[in-house]
């Protein structure tokens, strides 16, 4: 240590101006520590792997407002010496030969979400509602934004989606409610956070390039459900994924803290779940075990699949935490249309609909999409990263009338149908053909029947062949554009 000043003990009114923090990573969270810090006093050291233009225009800032960077390849190799605290962006493994440096020189380790909840203004903390997942987080943040502020309160979405957690909480105008969406990379690096609830929506195969070893997918659950521990008021967890009620039950909350469950079926006391087409609350009312509270109906959700609906269960649990009002749950979630590529409804072509779902980059995501729909066709592939599909097509094969493949791992989608579905017909549009989301689409129509839909679900990243989900999405939506206008 190059100070006496330990940073475990600092807040947003600390002695940053004695501390040398080394903060990793350039992106969103990293510029939004660096920036915070040095505001604070802190004298910052920004190291980062990336050096497009968009790095070095930050770089470049930050420089200004008087940090040291270092940028490029090789800029994470080695940490500095003299470093007392490092401030890690969620990309980086724990592997990353900074972080492992760190760990052996005895330097604490925090993330950014770490790092806000820590400089949360004293007198205006706010309440911390955080989700996490493996699929279905941002929704359900934004959701829960839309909900606190149907009932008046100051609320914002923020840390995965949204404003970066540090930047939140250090606008000059207080929050009364944090809706901070938390990856497990971002949970990885936490070490007191303490919110007023917390849900873990579900947890399936994903992000296994960044967990590695044997134990990697329990590794990934166990970050997951560090989102429980110091819970003060309510673990809210799905009835269906049995995994989440048991990371409740492992995790150390504060005591009168208590475990919600969110369900699609009918509730029991101390759940939120559905009877007869309207959502309903169980759980945050004073004879829970003998009433219930209507919260709206499947109608008032901008859809009815399955997946929505649950996301929307666990957004209206969190807020009845807080006492958002039922009137307001209502408006807040009649209010919410889904971002892009997020079952968007693309409209029909020849009484075939056509669905962009290209953010289902897993096969869990891809199979709570499928299950909306039936019959439908499935354009599915791209980069599984380590997944298997045997399970999703035994669960929806029956649905489906016919495949398209694309990507370079649909190899991998082709060998589970044969083996589950053999009767499915299967198109694969090979990489390096000329117009090849057009291929695609023209391949869906060929397969499909009036009334069927026609569902973009990949259940794979997109990096093989596109920028991003969201330009694999717009691909399909521009190729059902123009199928139409034929």
């Known amino acids: 240590m190059s100070t006496a000043v ?33 505001h604070l006093g802190a004298h910052v050291t920004v ?24 940028i490029g390849p090789g800029a994470t190799a080695a940490l500095p010496t003299d470093a007392d605290l490092v401030v890690t962006s969620p990309g980086l493994p724990p592997t990353a030969p900074a972080l492992v440096a760190a760990g052996r020189g005895g330097v604490p380790v925090w993330g950014e979400v770490e790092l806000a909840w820590r400089l949360r203004d004293p007198e205006h903390p706010g309440e911390w509602l955080c989700v996490t997942g493996t699929n279905g987080k941002t929704t359900t943040v934004q959701m829960l934004e839309a909900v606190v502020r149907a009932s008046g309160l100051v609320g914002v979405a923020c840390g995965n989606v949204g404003l970066a957690a540090v930047e939140a ?21 936490t070490h007191s956070l303490s919110p007023w609830a ?6 399936a195969e994903d992000h296994l390039d960044w967990y590695s070893g044997p134990h990697a997918m ?14 003060r008021s309510a673990c809210v967890y799905n009835v269906a994924d049995p995994l989440t009620e048991r990371l409740v039950r492992a995790a150390d909350v504060v005591e009168g803290a208590r475990a919600v469950g969110f369900t699609l079926g009918t509730p029991e006391p101390s759940m939120v779940g559905v009877v007869d087409d309207v ?160 291929r695609v689409v023209e391949a869906g129509a060929q397969l499909a029947q009036p009334g069927d839909t026609v569902l973009l679900a990949p259940g794979c990243a997109s990096m093989d062949m596109f920028a991003n989900y969201g330009a694999r999405g717009d691909a399909f939506a521009e190729s059902v554009r123009r199928l139409r206008d034929r």
Not at 52 to 66: N, P, S, Y
Not at 220 to 226: I, L, Q, S, W
Request: proline share 5%; charged share 20%.
């Open 47 to 70: 190291l980062a792997e990336g050096a497009g233009d968009a790095q070095r225009e930050k770089a470049e800032l930050l420089e200004v407002l008087g940090a040291t960077v270092r």
């Open 169 to 189: 909480v250090m606008d000059p105008t207080p929050y009364a409610v944090y809706a901070v969406e938390l990856s497990s990379f971002q949970l990885h690096y």
């Open 218 to 231: 329990a590794d990934y659950a166990a970050d997951k459900g560090r989102v429980y521990e110091r819970v």
């Open 279 to 438: 959502l309903a609350d169980r759980a945050f009312l004073e004879d829970r075990r003998h009433s219930a509270l209507e919260l709206c109906t499947v109608a008032d959700l901008a859809s009815p699949a399955p997946h929505l609906v649950a996301n929307a269960l666990a957004a209206a649990a969190l807020a009845r935490s807080v006492g958002v009002p039922p009137a307001a749950v209502r408006d807040g979630l009649r209010s919410f249309t889904p971002g892009g590529h997020r079952i968007a409804d693309l409209g029909t072509v020849a009484g075939v609909r056509y669905v962009d779902d290209s953010k289902a980059t897993n096969p869990a995501a891809a199979t709570s999409s499928l299950q909306a729909y039936e019959p439908v066709v499935w354009v599915a592939g791209g980069l599984a990263k380590g997944a298997r599909f045997d399970d999703l097509v035994s669960a929806v094969g029956h649905r489906l009338r016919g495949v398209v493949l694309l990507g370079r791992d649909r190899a991998v989608i082709a060998e589970a149908l044969a083996r589950h579905a053999p009767d499915v017909p299967v198109i694969e549009v090979v990489a390096g053909e000329t117009g090849v989301m057009d």
């Open 6 to 38: 330990r940073p475990e003990g600092l807040g947003r009114y600390g002695e940053w101006d004695r501390v040398r923090v080394v903060v990793l990573g350039i992106g969103v969270s990293g510029f939004a520590a660096a920036d915070s810090l040095l």
């Open 198 to 203: 917390a849900a873990v929506l579900n947890v």
